[in-house]
């Protein structure tokens, strides 16, 4: 099997570098998925949207994937806040009075059903952190054990002084953290930067488990480390994220898998950019965020949240606005009458240069997922010469990559009685070049609210 080479920007290593899969043809990820105490808003999607990205284009040029995302089920999210004692999972439960199983069942629940709107397919995995405690607890034993972890009053910390590389992902090193290092250290800390593996349950916790440090729950970023490893190996190709995850989460996340494992675990570290909305970051805390249902209820299809999205690239910062969303929407609407128009369209020759087009995309994607450079092309091609049927082939073949659905303007494009008739008369008349007749029965088509317009291709609707 010879498949494509593929070049993925590499956070650790900082450049683009060739993939070379564990095992040959077959591409494994995982990827930090969501807490499930609220609604995920556009800029989570958007972070969900880079694994789905990769995993289509993978698949499009002949690999094999298999992704895991978990569901952070245990209510904690920074270790700021975690640090504080505060757990947003029962914070939620007590602000719902519910269970939180039944919260983290709730919000799972919208999450898919969120992502399936914009086209992000489900993963082949979603292990709940609440099911791999055990798991977590063996790698802080071992993190212990080897001199890594120190225990203080039932809390378990990781001394990021006894893993020399840390830093080597986000550039925060000992040094610069200590330097950084803004009020009262931790007086149970021995670093400032000591992140905590195991907390010590507090007072009227919902969610508890014993271990060999008394009763208490897991850190967010030994989750990770648990749930990849337990389910991928101990090595796997790809880790996937949001801009926003690489310090500390998946510093840390280095600094606990390599030191149990004593090598690299992850292959490639690729992360997501954020999305802005004036110029800051979409975010629950800072009240600016919109859940993709919520753009819907506006009127706009929910993939052109997803066509926006594919016009940056999935390392760059994407402002969020709704002329952009609305200019989006118009044209992914406009895209699919194109093509359901090339679909209806007669079916001539296919054009000697279908293999050229495909192949560019093919290099577009392959080169570290250049969606800008795939959406442009999709754009020369609707302007090119190419013969109708060819167009449309392509564009529904890139469409398992694209994910805009593109066949789907037929079916949006429902006529008012009597239209189509009008509208294969008009399509005589204009072969006969009867043009008085043709633009009498264009007057009738636009009092039916049926927009025509004369291409190249011939009749355009428009509703
Ligand atoms: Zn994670």
Same mark, same amino acid.
């Given at each position: 099997m010879n498949l494509p080479s593929v070049r993925l920007y590499d956070t650790l290593a900082r450049?683009?570098?060739?993939?070379?899969?564990?095992?040959?043809?077959? /591409?494994?990820?995982?990827?930090?998925?969501?807490? /499930?105490?609220?609604? @995920?808003?556009v800029g989570n999607l958007r972070t969900f949207m880079l694994p789905d990205l990769l995993r289509r284009s993978l698949e499009?040029?002949?690999?094999?994937?298999?992704? /895991? =995302?978990?569901?952070? !089920? /245990?209510?904690?999210?920074?270790? !700021?806040?975690? !640090?504080?004692?505060?757990?947003? =999972?029962?914070?939620? @439960?007590?602000?719902?009075?519910?269970?939180?199983?039944e919260i983290a069942a709730a919000y799972t629940e919208a999450f898919l059903d969120d992502i399936g709107l914009v086209n992000i397919r489900p993963a082949a995995h979603y292990p709940r952190a609440s099911d791999y405690v055990p798991r977590m607890l063996e790698l802080i034993e071992a993190l212990i054990q080897g001199g890594h972890a120190y225990v203080v009053d039932g809390t378990v910390y990781y001394d990021i002084a006894s893993f020399p590389a840390y830093g080597k992902l986000s550039r925060n090193t000992p040094g610069k953290l200590m330097a950084g290092h803004r009020g009262e250290p931790d007086p149970r800390k021995r670093h400032p930067g000591d992140f905590t593996l195991w907390k010590a349950a507090g007072e009227n916790r919902l969610q508890v488990w014993d271990s060999p440090w008394g009763p208490g729950f897991p850190g967010w970023h030994i989750e990770c480390s648990a749930m990849s490893m337990a389910i991928l190996g101990d090595r796997f190709d790809i880790h996937t994220g949001g801009a926003d995850n690489v310090f500390p989460h998946h510093e840390a996340e280095i600094a606990q898998s390599e030191a149990v494992t004593g090598h690299r675990v992850v292959s490639v570290w690729m992360h997501g950019g954020l999305l802005m909305l004036s110029g800051s970051r979409m975010a629950k805390s800072a009240g600016n965020f919109f859940r993709v249902t919520e753009l819907r209820e506006q009127g706009f299809d929910p993939l052109a949240f997803r066509y926006l999205a594919l016009q940056a690239k999935y390392r760059a910062p994407l402002n969020f606005s709704s002329e952009g969303l609305a200019g989006a929407d118009r044209a992914v609407r406009q895209l699919r009458e194109r093509v359901a128009d090339w679909v209806r369209g007669e079916r001539g020759a296919d054009t000697p240069d279908r293999e050229e087009w495909d192949s560019r995309f093919r290099a577009a994607i392959a080169d570290d997922l250049d969606t800008p450079r795939a959406m442009a092309l999709v754009a020369e091609l609707v302007r090119s010469g190419v013969e109708p049927a060819t167009k449309a082939g392509l564009l529904t073949a890139w469409d398992r990559v694209l994910g805009l659905d593109l066949h789907r303007g037929g079916k949006e494009l429902s006529l008012p009685d009597g239209a189509s008739a009008l509208l294969a008369e008009r399509e005589q008349a204009r072969e006969a070049k009867d043009f008085e007749r043709s633009d009498q029965l264009r007057d009738q088509l636009a009092a039916m609210g049926v927009a025509v317009l004369d291409t190249a291709e011939g009749q355009r609707i428009k509703r």
């Open positions: 450049r683009k570098e060739p993939l070379h899969p564990l095992e040959q043809g077959v /591409v494994r990820i995982y990827s930090c998925g969501p807490t /499930v105490y609220r609604y @995920a808003h499009y040029l002949g690999y094999r994937t298999e992704q /895991v =995302m978990n569901i952070t !089920d /245990v209510g904690h999210l920074t270790d !700021d806040t975690f !640090d504080r004692g505060e757990d947003k =999972m029962l914070v939620s @439960a007590r602000l719902e009075k519910k269970s939180p199983e």
